[in-house]
């Protein structure tokens, strides 16, 4: 899938992640890679002047299931069946980048990678690793 | 910290927790151990009438942090250092509960782990661990 | 599988494991449970009188398998696909139990936890939780 | 420290490392990096003709702690608080290489990745992530 397709798969079957306004933009889509870039708004923030916790974990999640659409296709049904997070630094409160990477693209299973920045930063402020169960018949359409 | 002491601070220093209104109540804060219940909206759900990962996350991060409060007072700057989740079910998309229980509290770090229900389930739909680091004057107040 | 029939098969499948004496026993097998006993000795050992942290890692990913088997009956093709341990407290440098629990058995994942104590403690030196992918005809015999 | 020390560093604090024989040579050593080359052999070999996951286990853990050294110099207290492991591709029965990054070093806690391969190839066998706490006064001499 291209960019423009994953974008537009992105807003049919998640219509939640834009329920407050575009939040999340596809900058590329490679065979086994994505990066996703993160608009953070005010509902992101916490404390001390940072982003939370679980924006940076919906983006880590996000950007592997985009690298996954680059890798397979169009797999709604794919789970993430785990995730694993190391918080390497508080994230500046500004817009984030989710850079990810499958380390294995198997018939049951992916896994992969994500790093996150504060845009145009080259200090990750996160790094997550996931598993995602592919269905039997994933690749549909 | 009292459940609703435990409240209380939670919507003073987290505001942007219920910006869309109300999603978390503190049920139940122990020694080590805290219970919380979230509410299920359309904003947190996803294709296929199930939970997004993300909100199990946020409820799983929120739920050690109360857990956190209940044994060390409140420490708004502790700072998880890493989560991890395995996904075990589809939630049903509907409210859920959280909870949490704190596996080790030393001086620097506090271990955990999380496991999340459906409200009135007992089959646990994610269970979660994480590492919070304390900082050296945690306790104030 | 009973006690004695787990521990006869992972003698016969894992030779390697008692390559310099017996090592683990099989203490209990329940319906999705398990309880290992480690002997330690110097080879298990490190600086500051404690045990290894590989040691750690491989009672808990035999007493995960252990658990499996008396789940699903021998898989020697089960394969393991993520674990995730916490060090909690320093070991002693003397026997160790390793408690495992299955939290979900599905047709082609396992999910399960480990808390490792001191024999004879209740206070867990280890917590594990990991992922086990079941061959789509795992059950034999 | 040099490649040179930090073998012989090993050596020192570590003998049961080599209780059978050297089985961990240190290729190289960077500022925040670690090469390791770990020789197989029976007692770490599994059914299936492939090498267990403790064998993997052990020398992430070790290719994680000579980064360090690396980063920071002797830190025999330094603690591993926390491992996590993805087995990505059944190894060949033949000797590995761990390489590992550190991905963030601060005041009080490392973390960082290590990625395994058989020796010669360049298909990743296992991914590997984990946390140090950095004791007090680490570094010593």
Do not use: W
């Not at 299931?65 to 794919?78: N, S």
């Not at 994230?91 to 992916?110: I, Q, S, Y």
Request: proline residues 7%.
């Amino acid at each position: 899938m291209t960019r423009a397709e994953v974008e537009s798969y992105l807003n049919e079957v998640f219509p939640q992640l834009s329920i407050d306004g575009p939040v999340y933009r596809v900058e590329a889509v490679g065979e086994q890679t994505a990066r996703l870039h993160m608009t953070i708004s005010n509902r992101h923030l916490r404390p001390g002047g940072t982003v939370s916790g679980p924006s940076l974990m919906g983006l880590a999640d996000l950007a592997f299931y985009v690298a996954l659409l680059g890798a397979i296709g169009p797999v709604a049904l794919a789970v993430t069946t785990n995730l694993s997070f190391h918080f390497l630094r508080k994230p500046e409160p500004r817009d984030l980048v989710g850079d990810a990477r499958l380390l294995k693209v198997g018939k049951r299973l992916a896994v992969g990678e994500v790093v996150i920045f504060n845009a145009g930063s080259s200090d990750p402020v996160c790094h997550a690793t996931g598993t995602y169960a592919i269905p039997p018949r994933a690749v549909v359409g």
